[in-house]
């Protein structure tokens, strides 16, 4: 059902202070930032071989990021596993009883269908779902 880790994601209250420490400092390639406006975030993606770190910035206070920033500062956010067909992978999981924040797919960044499992359903680790965009 999943085929690798897709990103991390980890909360920023800035992205244009963190870049350069991915970017310059770890050397990483920028992939340049996008808005994502159904989740009141700004991402950038900083491409690390076959995955990616995305940076998560909150555009608005009741954003969810802002509210995890508020109560965690900075730092790891979630975890994005790659599926091949996202609907069928919440099926699975939903018949298993996994508890998931989305039972539907939303838009995420670069075209992809996303979805976010609960974290009591998790061990505490935001687990997201992620199918790439064609
Ligand atoms: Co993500």
Do not use: W
Not at 39 to 66: C, H, M
Not at 72 to 91: F, K, R, T
Request: charge should be negative.
């Amino acid at each position: 059902m999943l085929t690798k880790i897709n990103h991390i994601g980890v909360a920023v209250t800035s992205i244009e202070e963190a870049l350069p420490y991915y970017r310059d400092q770890l050397s990483m390639n920028y992939e340049g930032n996008e808005e994502v406006a159904e989740q009141k975030v700004k991402v950038a993606f900083l491409q690390i071989g076959d995955s990616r770190i995305e940076l998560l910035e909150p555009t608005s206070d009741d954003s969810p990021v802002a509210g995890f920033l508020k109560k965690n500062g900075p730092g790891v956010h979630h975890i994005a596993y790659e599926v091949d067909d996202l609907v069928s992978a919440l099926q699975k999981l939903e018949a298993q009883g996994v508890r998931l924040i989305d039972k539907e797919p939303r838009n995420g960044a670069h075209g992809t269908k996303i979805a976010f499992v609960h974290p009591k359903s998790s061990g505490g680790v935001l687990t997201e779902l992620c199918q790439p965009g064609n």
